[in-house]
């Protein structure tokens, strides 16, 4: 009990203070996650309009996988990127294990398929609404695309803070790929892992407060970004 | 000039869905100018039959020829759907939606909405979100946006079904100054009145096929199917 408020009085003046390795492994799991959630939103998006709008003879078994994929353990995901990428492995010889690119790579495989799913089902939603419409209205492909985004861009944002929120907190992964390397690959939630293991409650409970912010702050914009739609403001 | 894309010609077309015949076979021609009003009872196939002239429906035999035989035969036409379909943006951009589309700029395209806005009677609901609108408002909304190409030929479904009387009155001196300046009306309504008020040309639909084409007044006046002089009466139909 007594250890664990030394370590809240310890985790508030970690804070106040902005301790620098509490900074800096701050700034490296937004980094990595930012950039697979750019990574995940590039193709996601562009993939689940795709798939929302073209009737081809795979769609549903492209829907399937995704489903499928969405369920896949990050922890294994983080295996099989660590296999690819070991020594011997068929990507070795780039060198990236234990680097932040590699992480990136992890989170943006295990996000990818949430990110064309929610993103699949907006425009999906979107699409039955206007098809008539558009089509009436004799708008271009690539017109009915650029409606089909702009009209639905707030699910679309919701889609890609939702694969934010899934990478910023997973910890199988990245502690595989990223090794949790001091300065170099450190991360909120490996960090987090560790300081925790060797009883310094102090630094961990400081990274799980930020953490704890980052999703409060993902959730709530998610629910304001849903909120604004159903109220009918744009 | 420009060729233009009447007259529009159906041959022999048949729509079938589910194993169901929904319309024809049956063959028409729209053509001249005026204002042609679909009717016939719930489920006789107006709207069908409409979409199908629009190309919005693959029909499972015969032909619909335009004049015009370009691509573009469509963006030259307009369609009001029975039930609204409004896009997700202010009532100024969704007016103006169609103009944006034909790469009008932002500014000139505003204007024309306003104007098409104040046509309607919309012209206060210009910044408000379109979901907001009420039933009638949103329908003045899609005549707006359908009339701000001057489309050559205007197909409407049921443009009236929410309105009331006075709006009812204003969308009719709307669409009988469009057809003086030259618009093709093809329209489908339930109301008699209105129909005696605006149609030029009666196509009596009946369980999917055009049971009886006539001149207003002669219709009106004197219905040469049973159908068609039951339905007028409001008589349950066999
Ligand atoms: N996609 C479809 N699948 C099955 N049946 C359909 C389909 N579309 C239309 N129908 C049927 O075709 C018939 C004609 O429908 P349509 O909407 O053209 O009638 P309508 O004359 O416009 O009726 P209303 O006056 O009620 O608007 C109806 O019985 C309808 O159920
Ligand atoms: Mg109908």
Known sequence: MNS?????????????????????????????????????????????????????????????????????????????????????????????????????IAQAIIITPIVTSIAHQAIRDLWADYHDLL?????????????????????LMTAALAGFGRAIGEVGAVMIVGGNIDHATRILTTAIALETGKGEFGMALALGFILIG????????????????????W | ????????????????????????????????????????????GKTSLLRVMHGLE????????????????RARQAFVFQTPILMRRKVADCIAYPLHLDGVPRKAARARAAEMAAAVGLADALDK??????????????????????????????????????????????????????????????DLGQARRLADEVWFLYGGLLVETAASAAFFAAPRTAQAAAYLKGDLLP
């Open chain 2, 129 to 190: 979100p379109s979901a907001v609108l009420s039933g009638g408002e949103k329908q003045k909304l899609a005549l707006a946006r359908a009339l701000i190409r001057t489309p050559e030929v205007l197909f409407l479904d049921e443009p009236c079904a929410n309105l009331d009387g006075r709006s009812t009155r204003e969308i009719e001196s709307i669409l009988t100054r469009a057809r003086d300046a030259g618009t093709r009306i093809v329209m489908s309504t339930h």
């Open chain 1, 4 to 104: 664990i408020s030394l370590g809240l009085a310890e985790a508030w003046r970690l804070l106040i203070t902005f301790d620098a390795d509490l900074f800096e492994i701050t700034a490296l799991s937004l980094r990595v996650t930012l950039s697979a959630t750019l990574v995940a939103t590039l193709i996601g998006l562009p993939l689940g309009a795709w798939l929302a709008i073209n009737r081809f003879r795979m769609r549903r078994v492209v829907i399937a996988l995704l489903n499928a994929l969405m369920g896949l353990p990050p922890v294994v995901v983080g295996l099989l990127v660590y296999v690819v990428f070991s020594r011997s492995g068929p990507l070795g010889v780039l060198g990236l294990l234990y680097t932040p690119t590699v992480m990136v």
């Open chain 1, 135 to 155: 089509i009436s209205l004799n708008a271009t492909r690539w017109q009915r695309i650029q409606a089909l985004i702009w009209d639905g861009r707030r699910a």
């Open chain 2, 58 to 73: 693959r029909i499972t035999r015969g032909t619909v020829d335009w004049q015009g035989g370009a691509q573009d035969v």
């Open chain 1, 214 to 233: 980052l999703a409060i702050a993902v959730n709530l914009a998610v629910h304001i970004l849903s909120r604004t739609e159903t109220g009918s403001r």
């Open chain 2, 1 to 44: 000039m420009v060729t233009p894309i009447l007259p529009l010609t159906l041959r022999d077309v048949e729509l079938r869905r589910g194993g169901r015949r929904i319309l024809g076979p049956l063959s028409l021609t729209v053509s001249g100018a005026g204002i042609t009003v679909l009717m016939g009872p719930n489920g006789s």
